[in-house]
């Protein structure tokens, strides 16, 4: 596709009109650097939270020796100094937290199953084969922790058992969003005012206050469909952000276009919101009416489940008018807040 021919236009106001139109489409992003506050702080824990308890470790018997230790009480002073028991489940290839089973050597040198495929069966510290002998006590010993989500430096004030605490982590709602840009796969994760300032200075996208919009959509070569993205628009009403997406793709062996909205945050908050999408012309209209999806739903996954206001090449050329040669769709929409009455109607509230 010829990016110079794809043209898109953004008009805050859905009262204004216009007919000059320049932009482009998506052409992907230069390399960002992950933000830094969500860098590790160290630790097995992602840093912070409670006290770990301590094991000897007994000369010679590696980590799982010093697990059996722990379980047994411990021994007596005279080897290595103490190790926390949160290092002694982290994996020494990966270095990722160690969970059943917990392969050993015959010397007693742990690591994840994961890793013991990849080391060819042969022990990473002392280089004996592995065999299948588990660390039962290193496992026993695990199951008696509690540890802090790895999200707390963000805020997450929970603390899990050992064995629940990856399942948490997956849905925490302190952990970071990936950026929603939807041109080019983008690794920048952060909360959503890093993103939103991310959007604005890094990927140069449009920025609007209010919850109506007014765009008009253009592009000179309308058979030319495939994985056309026009340029992303954020908007900011009832004090979120909200994200417009418009783009061309094959469905199936037909060419459409499609537009919807993606909310920044959790998908809990985002079905306290509402948007319509409208696309007319030549006296016939679409509409669309839909809840905003989370950005925890990454684009891909939100245009191929089709949750939006779709319309067909023919359809958009049709509203285009003209000679049906270039494809110039106007959308317009608005968002709004659900409210509940106290006779427990819903009351649409729309932004000032």
Known sequence: ???????????????????????????????????????????????????????????????????????????????????????????????????????????????????????????????????????????????????????????????????????????????????????????????????????????????????TFNHRYVKSNPREVENATWMLTVFHCFGQYFCLHFEAFQLGMAPVYMAFLRFMGDENEARNYSYSLEVGGNGRKMVWEGTPRSIRDSHRKVRDSHDGLIIQRNMALFFSGGDRKELKLRVTGRIWKEQTSPDGACIPNLCS
């Open 1 to 211: 596709m010829d990016i110079d021919r794809v043209e898109c236009l953004s008009i805050p106001d859905a009262s204004m009109d216009v007919d000059d139109v320049d932009g482009g489409v998506v052409g992907g992003h230069r390399g960002l650097p992950p933000h830094s506050a969500l860098l590790p702080a160290g630790g097995f824990g992602g840093g912070g939270g409670r006290v770990f308890p301590k094991v000897n470790v007994a000369g010679g018997g590696g980590a799982g020796a010093a697990a059996g230790g722990a379980v047994a009480g411990g021994g007596a002073g005279g080897g290595p100094p103490p190790t926390s028991v949160h290092e002694l489940l982290e994996c020494p290839v990966c270095t990722n937290s160690m969970f059943p089973p917990i392969h050993q050597c015959q010397n007693g040198h742990t690591l994840c199953s994961t890793c013991k495929a990849r080391v060819h069966n042969r022990c990473p510290t002392c280089r004996q084969e592995l065999g299948d002998i588990r660390c039962l006590a290193l496992e026993k010993v695990a199951e008696s922790l509690e540890l802090p989500c790895k999200y707390c430096s963000l805020g997450c004030p929970d603390i899990f058992p050992y064995y629940s605490k990856i399942k948490h982590e997956a849905q925490c709602s302190f952990r970071p969003y990936t950026c929603p840009y939807a041109g080019s796969e983008c690794a920048v994760a952060g909360d959503i005012s890093f993103l939103v300032a991310h959007l604005r200075d890094d990927h140069k996208v449009d920025m609007h206050s209010g919850c």
